[in-house]
């Protein structure tokens, strides 16, 4: 299954520089990495992300290992959580996420 994780171009760029991705402020908060399914991610941008532009939409597939949990949260949906760096070998792709002033602009092609 793909998972999703929504960055500003700057941490993509530092993420690909360095090859691993520690988390965005609230991942270091939590001790871990929040990911959205492709069935989450709009309304994870719609809460935490309104109106940001120069985002990017960065995907993989969930890492198989005991550091990726999938732990109810938001509306008792279950999430992907990574308890540990997020590798750019683990990525698999990843798109600018526009605002168009009223949302952001996903990708056609998620599944």
Request: glycine share 8%; hydrophobic share 40%; net charge negative.
């Amino acid at each position: 299954m793909l998972i999703y994780k929504i960055m500003t171009a700057d941490a993509w760029s530092a993420f690909q520089a360095s090859s691993r991705f520690t988390g965005a402020p609230i991942d270091l908060t939590d001790g871990y990495i929040h990911f959205s399914t492709a069935q989450q991610a709009q309304e994870t941008a719609a809460k935490h992300f309104a109106g940001q532009t120069d985002l990017c939409l960065v995907w993989g597939d969930a890492p198989s290992d005991d550091a990726m949990k999938w732990e109810v949260s938001r509306g008792g949906d279950k999430f992907p959580h990574l308890y540990r760096d997020w590798l750019l070998a683990e990525v698999s792709g990843s798109a600018a996420l526009p605002w168009d002033g009223a949302a952001h602009q996903f990708p056609k092609d998620m599944s």
